[in-house]
C-alpha cells in the first residue's frame, strides 16, 4: 500500500515508519518537525515526507494514497490542558479535515492514533473494553473522543476509520520522549537516583511499548475490511495493566541504586482505567503485545546509557511541554506553534 504517515517525525513515528516499509508498504510522511531534532542516539533515517502544518495540508499528499496513518497530534494532557484551543484546533479540526480530504481522494483506510485516556475516570473494578463508556478528563482526551465521534460519521462503503486506543507508551526511540511514565521515571533514575511518583501511586495506567503499537498499526492495515471496519480497538496486553507505583517498582528494580519516593505532592489523579485488549487478538489473529515494563525499564536504561540522556537535555529536549516553550521563547515556532523561518537557536542533534 501507498500509506500517508502523519508525524512521522515525532516519538511513535520514528517507530512506526520503518515497521510499516518492512511490512512492504510505500510510506510517506508528513509533519511540522515540531521535535524533528529532538534525537536520543543514531539520528533515524526519515521516509520522504510533507514539512507542513497539519492545519495547513492540502489535498495534494493523499492523492493516490491507499492508507492514511494519522499521529500527528499535540500528544498529551499536559500539553492539551496549556492551549486547550490549540488541542482542538489541531487534534480535532485538523483531523477530521484531513479524513474528510482522504475520503474524497479515494483513500480506502484511515487508521486514527487514539488513546486509552478516553476511558479517563474509569477506575480498577472492571477491565474496561471498548464498549465502555467514554470519560475523558482533560481536553487531550476530550479531543479524541470529538475524532472518533465524526470520523466514525464518515465511515461508508469506500472508507474505513479505525480507532487505534493506544495505552500508554513506553520504550526507546529516536526521538524520543521522556514525558510518559516509564520514559520518565527510567531517566529521573538514572540521572538522579531517585524514582519520584508525584500522585499516590494507585491509578491504573496500562502500558504498551512503541514497537507493539507499530505493529498493531501494520496488523490493521493488512487486515480483512470487515474486520476492522469503523472499529475501536484498545492497544496493548492485559499483562501490563499496572498502576503507577509498580511501573516505578519495576524501575526501582532496573536502576542500581535507585530509591522510590511516593510523594503525592501532585494530589489525587483521576485518570485511572484497567483495560481489556482482547478485541484487536480476535480481529487479527496471532497479533500480540510482547514487550513487558520490566524488559522496557532495561531497554531504556540501556539506551540512556549508551547514547548519554544527561539533565541538560532531559527537560528540554525530551519534555515535550518545556521544548514548545523553548522553541516560542525562541521564535523558532509562532504561538499556534507553526514553524518560522530563519535560524534555530537550539543546536541540532548530533548523530553518533
Ligand atoms: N505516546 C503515547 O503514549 C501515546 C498514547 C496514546 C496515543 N498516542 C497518540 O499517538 C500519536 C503520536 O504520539 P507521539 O507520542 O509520537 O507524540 P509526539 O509528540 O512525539 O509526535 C507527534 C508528532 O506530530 C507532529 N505534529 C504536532 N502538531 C502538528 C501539526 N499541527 N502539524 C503537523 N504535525 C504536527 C509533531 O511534530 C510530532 O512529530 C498522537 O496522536 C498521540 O495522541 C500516543
Redesign the pocket.
Known sequence: MRVLL??H?????SVMAPVLTAAGHEVVGL?????ADCVLGPVPVDPRGHA????DVSAEPLSGMDAVVH?????NDPLGSLAPELTYD?NHH?SVRLARMARDAGVKRFLY???CSVYGASGADDLVDEAAPLRPVTPYAESKVRVEEDLMELADDDFTPVFMR?A??FGYSP?L?AD?VLNNLVAHAYLTGDVRVLSDGTPWRPLVHAEDIAKAFAEVLAAPREAVHAKAFNIGTEENNVTVAEIAERVVATVPGAKLLITGEAGPDPRSYRVDFSALRSAVPGYQATWTVGAGAAELLDAYQRYGMTEDDFQPRFT?LTRLARRREDGSIDAE?RPQKGPRAEPEAVPL
Open positions: 502523519t508525524g517525525q515525532g516519538y511513535l513515528g509533519d511540522s518537525g515540531l521535535f507542513v502544518d497539519l492545519r499521529l500527528a497530534a499535540l500528544s489541531i485538523a492514533a487514539s488513546t493506544n500508554t507508551a526521538r520522549r510518559i515535550r506553534l
